[in-house]
């Protein structure tokens, strides 16, 4: 799948999660729904713009909406924390553990795949 039909599809997926409509989400974009349902089924280029606003609106990391695995988005997702509700010793040991759990979902993948 290339990259722009993930983000498209993951941007669909979030839409969907978070109950928004693509109307709300063009209004929120200052667009029309027709380019955002075209976003969405991948039959027009996503501007950086675009997908730095979405990222904002569903509270993930831009690169979050290039990743192609659902359960590597998942996990980053899961890993969100503000800087002020954790100290920088419990961020090092959750950078750890996610790391190994990303390596653990790399490694699952290969098996599947190969």
Known sequence: ?????????????LRVKFGYTQAFIADYLN??????????KDARTIPT??????AILFDV????L????????????????????ISAQDMQSVSKFKK???NYLNMSSARANG
Do not use: C, H, W
Not at 31 to 40: F, G, R
Not at 61 to 64: L, N, P, V
Not at 75 to 84: D, E, N, P, V
């Open 1 to 13: 799948m290339d990259t722009n039909s993930i983000v498209s599809k993951n941007i669909r997926d």
């Open 31 to 40: 667009l029309t729904a027709a380019a955002v349902n075209q976003y969405e």
């Open 49 to 54: 713009s675009v997908i730095e606003k979405l």
């Open 61 to 64: 990391e831009e690169y979050d």
């Open 66 to 85: 290039y990743e192609e695995n659902p359960e590597k988005r998942q996990l980053t997702s899961s890993f969100a924390f503000r800087a002020g509700e």
């Open 100 to 102: 190994i759990i990303l």
